[in-house]
């Protein structure tokens, strides 16, 4: 299956069941990689419709406390742009259906070689990409190669985009729009879901596209509250935390900490099902 079809199959599968979908943000490697890898693989099943990659970075600056001890505790355990494509190879081995979008920061791809890089990634089956720090005057950088290469290039559409910048933004978006639902880092405090449900209706005014939201969306009920207004809801920062919880003092994984996550997971998930 090409990438062009697990997003757009999911998301019509989605509208298909009247609900919205749940993307899960988990950091390749954290906090070692085979458990990384199990529990990637067990997240579809737990209740993920898509998912959402962290490429480890050492300075993830759009990302809160949470999100950033992840990035530091997976560089330590010997993650890498190479380990996390081989991630997503070793799941397609048992899964063709579920998008996996890599989200990151452009500079380890830069060490690693842009065209390289998205050749391995669509071999690997990525199915997009979210770059934090490469606006649309960068294009040329890293999201032509991909769009070309047949990666999808997931915009972030922030509440401060005005209509012109909007309509830059959004010219070489594909895939799904990911709104960030509030100005600054992620983990933090929650948008109301009226607010957030107002500001889509401009968005869509100007797309077709699906829009997931995220940032700031911890619980059941926020999910909940957020698949009312829009096509998926994004949950990154209570995840990470749940892994953190679920190490002992060493920072090694607990025994349960699989359950533990895929658990929430599932908590999550009942949100948009209910």
Known sequence: MSSGDRIASTFERL???????????????DPDPGTSQQLMERLPAAGADIIELGMPFSDPMADGPAIQAANLRALASGASLIGTLDMVRRFRQNNSDTPVILMGYFNPIYQYGPSRF??????????????????????????DPARTGGLHWVR?????SNEGRLKQVLQNTSGFIYYVSIAGITGTRSAAASSIGEALTEVRKHTQLPIAVG?????AEQVRETGEV????????????????NLDESGRAKPELLDQVTGLVSTLSGGLRS
């Open 15 to 29: 509208r298909k069941e009247g609900r919205a979908g749940l993307v899960t943000f988990v950091t390749a490697g």
């Open 215 to 219: 940032f700031g969306i911890n619980t």
């Open 156 to 160: 972030l559409v922030t509440p401060t």
């Open 230 to 245: 829009a096509d998926g809801a994004v949950v990154g920062s209570a995840i990470i935390r749940e892994i953190e919880n």
């Open 118 to 143: 998205v050749t391995d990634a669509v071999a690997a089956g990525v199915d997009g990409l979210i770059m934090v720090d490469l606006p649309p005057e960068e294009d040329e950088e890293l999201c």
